[in-house]
C-alpha cells in the first residue's frame, strides 16, 4: 500500500472550501486513492475514492493529478460539522487500511 | 440500510474479566475488518475475515485476543483475560469484495476500558 502523507492541521472558514493534500508518491498504478474522516468519538466515516479520474458525490470532491502522485480533497461549503481528522489511504484489495495520522480539519465559524 | 452494528458501546471490566464484543456486518457484505484505536498507535487492524473465514490475524495483540464469524451476519472478538493496556476503542468494518474499488464501512465502536 503507498505511504501517504498529509499535513497534520488545517483551518476553514465556514462556508468557504476546505481543500485538504494528499501526497501518495509511491502510489501504484492499480491503487485507489481513498478518504475518510473522523469526527470525534465517531467511527471512521468514508467520503469518496477513486483511481485515475476526479470524483464527486455528495460529500466532496476529489481531484487526482495526472500522474497520480497527489490529490486533493475538496469539501465545497464547509460547515462547523465538518470538524474532523481527514485520512488519505491508498489501497489496492480488500485488505487493512493504513490510516496514518491524517490531517486534523477545523472549521471556525 | 441499518449500517455495521456494534454492542455494547461502552464496557467497564476489571482486570482478569473475559471480554466478548460483537459485531452485525452490513447485510450482503463478505469481508468484515476488526481494529482498535489508541492515542498512542491510531488505528490499526486486529484481523479480518473473508467469507466468515480468517485471512489476516497478524495483527492480533496475544493469544489473549480470539476472534470468530460463525456465519455471515455476525462476528465477535474476545479477550481473555483482558488487563489494562487492552483499553482502546475497538471498531468493526465491513466491506463487499467485489465492484470499484472495496470500501469499507465503520460501526460506532465499542469503547472499552479496563480497570
Known amino acids: 500500500d503507498a505511504k501517504t502523507t498529509q499535513p497534520p492541521s488545517m483551518d476553514c472558514a465556514e462556508g468557504r472550501a476546505a481543500n485538504l493534500p494528499c501526497n501518495h508518491s509511491?502510489?501504484?498504478?492499480?491503487?485507489?486513492v481513498y478518504w475518510y474522516r473522523q469526527i470525534h468519538s465517531q467511527g471512521p466515516q468514508y467520503i469518496i475514492h477513486g483511481l485515475k479520474n476526479n470524483e464527486t458525490n455528495e460529500m466532496a470532491s476529489l481531484i487526482i493529478t495526472e500522474d497520480r502522485k497527489s490529490s486533493t480533497l475538496i469539501l465545497p461549503h464547509a460547515t462547523l460539522r465538518d470538524t474532523a481528522v481527514y485520512y488519505c489511504i491508498g489501497k489496492t484489495g480488500a485488505n487493512n487500511l493504513f490510516f496514518g495520522t491524517g490531517t486534523r480539519l477545523t472549521v471556525i465559524p | 440500510d441499518a449500517g455495521v452494528i456494534q454492542s455494547p458501546r461502552h464496557e467497564v471490566t476489571e482486570m482478569g474479566q473475559e471480554v466478548t464484543l460483537r459485531c452485525k456486518p452490513i447485510s450482503g457484505h463478505n469481508s468484515l475488518f476488526w481494529y482498535r484505536q489508541t492515542m498512542m498507535r491510531g488505528l490499526e487492524l486486529l484481523i479480518y475475515f473473508n467469507n466468515n473465514v480468517p485471512i489476516d490475524d497478524s495483527g492480533m495483540p496475544e493469544d489473549r485476543f480470539s476472534a470468530k464469524m460463525p456465519n455471515a451476519s455476525f462476528s465477535t472478538l474476545k479477550i481473555q483475560p483482558s488487563e489494562p493496556r487492552d483499553s482502546a476503542v475497538y471498531f468493526c468494518a465491513s466491506s463487499l469484495t467485489s465492484g470499484k474499488g472495496r470500501v469499507q464501512y465503520f460501526g460506532a465502536g465499542t469503547r472499552l476500558s479496563v480497570l
Open positions: 509511491t502510489i501504484s498504478g492499480n491503487e485507489y
